[in-house]
């Protein structure tokens, strides 16, 4: 954006001097006005006294819209200021003063040592990697595919790889694609190298309903969902089965339904025990057993991102699903109710810690500091993750996020700053084991055969037909 405004010779001089909100507010100050204050417009957007809910609502009526992650970012660095020298000062609708950007408290600890984590780099080639918000799975022990997602210039289905040592993966680049083109949709694992592809979307107003079963090295379609959605949160469970809650339909509704699906018979809707969350798309869920866990964070159908915890507890037997709201926990751990305010952050379970890895945050900007944390699970506490500054700080937006539990990586992403241009992350970051310096993944270029699987060629059509049956070719 900086470099945008001084191409066109409009260069914003006055950033340098006062980059932050306290600094513009501090300027009108120390330049005489009696009162002054600053708000991002990512702040007043979220905020019902200066926007309705039905105005926000509304703006989906002249063109349906899913860029929330873009659109957090580029409202997060402009803002509105209000000064005035008259009398005493009365604080109107949708105006306060700046708030801090999610606050470093002392009760936000540092991640222990005993944790082995670090966050190592290896650059990439400029044309590898380029697409977000697809979904990452795994092609054997030593092979990661990003499928799906958002390309420089349209919606892919063919996929990314990633490998280290001696994968081999020449006959990949030949495997026909699951489905149409789509993004935002889930891939879980389901026992035994099995994985499930499920929904996604065309345009924010074409949702997917169709799903399909990796298996025995080839993709099958199996019963699709009872309501196409995407943004949903999906978790394996019990190792066969495959848990979803909420998401957002075709119509731009957020969804709050949990369904559980089984090989042999599908998708069942689960009743919902006792109080139940709100709905929402985008949203944090987690397994911390093999049948319960954690749900967080996500957005309204207004536009708004949600603060609140919740726990679930599954009974597959039964077909239900209860939730307990863990939401007070968070009052009584300043900043905490902040950090847990996340829409598109993913949850992973990395050397016995549950990690939350980046996304958007409501009202401001995520710091460095808060884009990966992890979580007390007992308490709820959030726990700080050092990081090397030597380190390139990826965009943790509509990235590729897989792990095995003792390494996590992140690769992919990147967002579109509207007028300003595209940033891509050009690269491969590993969570892995403190001491060690470097890492050995790799994207696997094969860039001259991509017509399935591979990376940065010509996708198929989004018309195509599916593939019933394709053989692939794993390590």
Not at 110 to 137: C, M, N, W
Not at 140 to 166: C, K, N, W
Not at 383 to 392: D, F, G, M, N, Q
Not at 403 to 413: A, H, K, V
Request: overall charge negative; aromatic content about 10%; some cysteine.
């Amino acid at each position: 954006m900086i470099k945008h405004f001084k191409k066109v010779q409009s260069p914003l001089n006055s950033l340098g001097k006062y980059p932050t909100l306290e600094d513009q507010t501090l300027r009108f100050e120390s330049a005489g006005w009696k009162t002054a204050f600053a708000r991002s417009l990512w702040d007043l957007w979220s905020d019902d006294s200066f926007l309705s809910p039905q105005s926000r609502i509304s703006l989906d009526e002249v063109e349906p819209f899913d860029e929330w992650e873009e659109f957090a970012l580029f409202s997060s660095h402009y803002s509105l200021l209000y000064a005035e020298n008259s009398g005493s000062f009365t604080t109107e609708p949708g105006m306060r003063p700046f708030l801090p950007s999610l606050p470093l408290d002392a009760n936000i600890s540092v991640l222990d040592s005993s944790t082995p984590i670090s966050l190592k780099f290896k650059e990439a080639s400029q044309y590898l990697g380029l697409r977000r918000f697809g979904s990452a799975f795994s092609l054997g022990e030593d092979a990661i595919a990003f499928h799906g997602g958002m390309g420089p210039d349209t919606r892919l289905d063919s996929s990314e790889i990633v490998t280290q040592g001696s994968a081999r993966l020449e006959q990949v680049a030949k495997v026909p694609a699951p489905g149409k083109a789509r993004m935002c949709h889930t891939i879980s694992m389901v026992g035994n190298g099995k994985h499930l592809l499920v929904g996604g979307r065309a345009s924010p107003d074409a949702a997917f309903a169709d799903c399909w079963l990796l298996s025995s090295g080839s993709w099958h379609p199996v019963q699709p969902l009872p309501t196409p959605r995407y943004r949903h949160c999906a978790v394996s469970v019990r190792e066969i089965n495959v848990l979803i809650f909420g998401g957002k339909d075709s119509a731009g509704n957020p969804l709050k339904e949990s369904l559980l699906w089984d090989e042999e018979e599908g998708w069942k809707h689960l009743q919902m025990a006792g109080t139940q969350p709100q709905a929402r798309f985008g949203a944090s869920m987690g397994a911390l057993s093999t049948t319960s866990g954690i749900l967080f964070g996500g957005m309204t159908g207004s536009g708004t991102i949600l603060n609140d915890l919740w726990e679930w507890q599954l009974d597959a037997k039964q077909a239900c699903i209860s939730f307990r709201d863990r939401s007070d926990d968070l009052s009584t751990i300043p900043g905490a109710a902040e950090c847990y305010a996340r829409f598109g952050a993913t949850l992973v379970q990395h050397w016995g810690a549950t990690l939350v890895i980046g996304g958007v945050s409501s009202n401001s900007l995520l710091r460095k500091e808060h884009e990966i944390m992890a979580i007390d699970t007992t308490t709820f506490r959030p726990k700080l993750l050092p990081r090397s500054e030597s380190i390139p700080r990826p965009l943790l937006v509509g990235c590729a996020i897989h792990t095995d539990g003792s390494e996590t990586l992140i690769f992919g992403g990147g967002a579109v700053c509207y007028a300003f241009g595209m940033y891509w992350n050009r690269g491969i970051w590993v969570l892995g084991e403190s001491d060690d310096s470097k890492h050995s993944w790799k994207f696997q270029d094969i860039h001259a055969n991509s017509k399935g699987l591979g990376a940065g060629g010509k996708p198929q059509s989004e018309n195509s037909a599916p593939s019933e049956k394709a053989p692939l070719s794993l390590p």
